[in-house]
């Protein structure tokens, strides 16, 4: 299922578009102009249908050597033990230069947490929209990575999604596109990620995400996919289910508001969580108490309109072409008084200059209610910094972790900082911020999409957090991946968990 990659694959000008958001898109549909990207954005996302046909056709079998340049970035050190180590490197631990990857998802092993898999969106050429599955697998949590070439070479692909299940196998949701043909296939691997299945015929669609059943009840083993209301052939069903590890998926059901640019989760008793945009700026998040009954036929029977005190946005200079986050919804599996408490979290903009923060708010009833909107990033309100790729895990003692892309030590907004930081108080309070990786010109490298991807990701253990990010440190976009490690911050800090990042 792999092939390495090279220099000099062509690709036909017939395969220079861009997925955004669900819809396909011919490059030069989007003004440079941050309003008119924005707005149009917008209008495709509304729509609801596909924008284009793309007649996708295979990369060529033959493959030339790979281009290198410098030795890939082993160790990229910060304060506070953030090390990054790139992820998408050649065998012989060079970079490869002009290809770009972004768009990173993350699984790690609870087994043994010494494997770890990371796939991300794998262009060869920056001149081209062609990408494929790219996939590279760490046997030493992380310290070193193989990038053994893509999963299903020679195939159009997008929209990664990760995760492993206490067998220590490993699942990627990948979106195949074939000419207006849009779905979701599953591959997976028993071996750490040194090799992979066959695709499994999963139905979906753009910007599909699903959540593992790993509970241990009756619903141990299920996955619970939801995706947009376009780029969609399914329409308007939005929702599947596999009750039997990704061998086999059942036919997709519509849900209620059919919500968007989100995530999924499932709770310690089998409950599941689906949160996303509806119609207009409205949020939502479901909950079903019967998915993880193989036998009866999935039913959201708790809807809830959510204010997290901003509105998503799409396609702003930031991120020309692409999402500046999506919605998280995680839950909390401890055994603590706070097991089961639903958290969701996002970069949205909020009331005022601010054009974004991170905002998170907090459930103890099963999302049926939340807390207010509680402000993750710690920067004077007002200075203008985008704070962009929220995103949100929950460890197993249920600690909070929450990382984003952040422009604050740049008033120009044209370099980010990967940040990070966590509460140990279920949200109530966070950490000060840190800047877990130097600045990067977020701008650099953008293939004939112009966006750094749609998401980052991140999965949590006990002693802390493990990422996967896209950054451009060698002057185009690389995958890195890096280990957060709380009890390597207190150390700095006396003053416990106060910060103005506070909300009682």
């Known amino acids: 299922m792999f092939r390495k990659r090279n220099s000099n694959s062509t690709c036909p000008a017939s395969l220079n578009v861009t997925i955004v958001a669900g819809y396909l898109i011919t490059l030069g549909t989007f003004s440079t102009a941050q309003e008119n990207s924005e707005t149009q954005l917008e209008q495709a996302i509304s729509s609801g249908q596909p924008l284009e046909h793309v007649p996708v056709m295979p990369q060529p079998a033959a493959r030339l050597e790979l281009r290198y340049s410098a030795p890939a970035i082993q160790q990229l ?5 953030f090390n990054s180590v790139q992820v998408n490197i050649a065998s012989n631990n060079m970079n490869i230069v002009d290809d770009a990857a972004n768009e990173p998802s993350i699984a790690v092993n609870p087994v043994t947490g010494q494997q770890i898999v990371i796939g991300w969106r794998q262009f060869d050429s920056i001149s081209s929209g062609f990408r494929e599955a790219g996939v590279a697998f760490s046997s030493d949590a992380g ?11 020679g195939v159009f692909r997008s929209d990664p999604v990760l995760a492993a299940d206490s067998n220590g196998v490993f699942y990627y949701a990948s979106l195949q596109v074939i000419g207006n043909d849009l779905s979701e296939q599953f591959f997976t ?11 499994v015929e999963a139905f979906g669609g753009d910007k599909l995400w699903f959540a593992l059943n790993d509970t241990g009840g009756s619903g141990d083993g299920h996955i619970y996919s939801a995706w947009n209301t376009a780029g969609n052939p399914f329409f308007p069903a939005t929702f599947n289910r596999s009750t039997n590890r990704a061998q086999s998926f059942q036919t997709p059901l519509e849900i209620p508001q059919r919500p968007i640019l989100g995530t999924a989760a499932v709770g310690p008793d089998g409950e599941l969580y689906v949160v996303g945009r509806g119609a207009g700026t409205q949020l939502w998040l479901l909950r079903s108490d019967n998915a993880d009954n193989p036998l009866e036929t999935p ?3 708790q809807v809830t309109a959510i204010d997290m005190g901003g509105i998503i946005r799409i396609g702003a200079n930031i991120n020309p072409a692409g999402l500046l986050g999506q919605l998280w919804v995680a839950v909390d599996h401890s055994n603590t008084i706070n097991r089961g408490n639903v958290y969701v979290l996002a970069s949205l903009d909020p009331p005022g200059t601010d054009p974004l923060d991170v ?3 907090r459930s103890e009833d099963n999302g ?3 807390s207010d909107p509680l402000r993750v990033n710690d920067d004077p309100p007002g200075n203008n910094a985008w704070q962009w790729f929220g995103t949100l895990s929950v460890a197993p003692n249920g600690r909070v972790d929450v990382i984003w892309y952040d422009t604050r030590n740049d008033p120009s907004s044209n370099t980010s900082q990967l940040f990070y930081s966590y509460s140990m108080d279920a949200g109530r309070n966070f950490l000060p911020n840190n800047a877990a990786s130097p600045a990067f010109d977020q701008s650099l490298g ?19 957090a493990h990422i996967a990010y896209a950054a ?16 390597l911050l207190e150390d700095f800090f006396t003053d416990g968990f106060e910060s103005p990042a506070t909300n009682q």
């Not at 310290?143 to 070479?153: A, Q, V």
């Not at 691997?189 to 695709?199: E, K, M, N, R, Y």
């Not at 451009?472 to 009890?487: C, H, I, K, R, S």
Request: hydrophobic residues 30%.
């Open 77 to 81: 050190q910060q304060p506070h033990g």
């Open 143 to 153: 310290s070193s990575w193989t990038y053994p070439g893509d999963i299903d070479p």
């Open 189 to 199: 691997s028993a071996d750490g990620g040194a090799s992979w299945s066959s695709p």
């Open 299 to 301: 039913v959201f029977n």
């Open 359 to 361: 905002l998170l708010i």
């Open 368 to 370: 049926v209610s939340f």
């Open 446 to 464: 953008y293939p004939t999409q112009n966006k750094l991807g749609d998401y980052i990701d991140m999965k949590s253990d006990m002693g802390g």
């Open 472 to 487: 451009t440190f060698n002057g185009e976009q690389d995958v890195y991946y890096l280990y957060a490690e709380p009890t």
